[in-house]
C-alpha cells in the first residue's frame, strides 16, 4: 500500500483535519494532548512529537520527533555525521540538528506529507505510524552512538 495510491487503500480521501489526526492516535491507542494553541502533540520513551499542519489550507502533515538525549554543540560534527548517514540510508525520516538558545544541541525527525487532495484514514494511520516508528528507530541510532546522553528508560 502507498500513500498515493486510492485504489489500494480503501476508503475515500478527506481534507486532512486536527480532529482526524486526533482520531488516527486514538484508534492507535497512543495518548496525545492538545495545547493552547491546538498543537496536537504525544511522547514516547525515546522522545516526543509535534503534528503540525503547513499549507494555505493545512493540507501538509508534518510528524516531527525531538530525541530525548541530551547533547551540546561539541556534538554537533559527530551528530550531524550520523543524521546525514541515516538520511543517506532510508527514505524517512529527515533528520536534523537544532541548537537551542540555551545551547543544547537536540536531534529532530519529521516526516512531512502533502494531502491536497485529501486522505483517507489508513493513509493518515500508515503516515503516523511511518513517522513516529521510523523516527524513533533513528533515535536508538543515536542513543547507541552516545550512550551517555540517551535518556534512561525504565523497563
Not at 24 to 42: C, F, K, N, P
Not at 123 to 144: D, K, N, V
Amino acid at each position: 500500500m502507498g500513500y498515493f495510491n486510492k485504489e489500494a487503500t480503501g476508503g475515500s480521501a478527506a481534507p486532512l483535519t486536527r480532529k482526524r489526526v486526533e482520531e488516527a492516535l486514538e484508534r492507535q491507542g497512543w495518548l496525545y494532548r492538545v495545547d493552547d494553541d491546538g498543537d496536537i502533540y504525544a511522547s514516547w520513551d525515546e522522545g516526543y512529537f509535534w503534528f503540525f499542519f503547513y499549507g494555505e489550507n493545512h493540507e501538509v502533515l508534518q510528524v516531527r520527533g525531538t530525541w530525548y538525549g541530551t547533547l551540546t554543540a561539541t556534538d554537533e560534527d559527530q551528530a550531524l555525521r550520523l543524521a546525514n548517514q541515516i538520511n543517506a540510508e532510508k527514505l524517512f525520516p529527515k533528520l536534523y540538528t537544532f541548537l537551542t538558545d540555551d545551547g543544547a544541541l537536540q536531534v529532530r525527525g519529521e516526516l512531512n506529507v502533502d494531502y491536497e487532495n485529501g486522505v483517507t484514514d489508513e493513509q493518515l494511520s500508515l503516515h503516523l505510524r511511518a513517522g513516529i516508528g521510523s523516527t524513533l528507530g533513528a533515535f536508538g541510532r543515536f542513543a547507541e552512538a552516545f550512550p551517555e546522553a540517551a535518556p534512561a528508560i525504565e523497563e
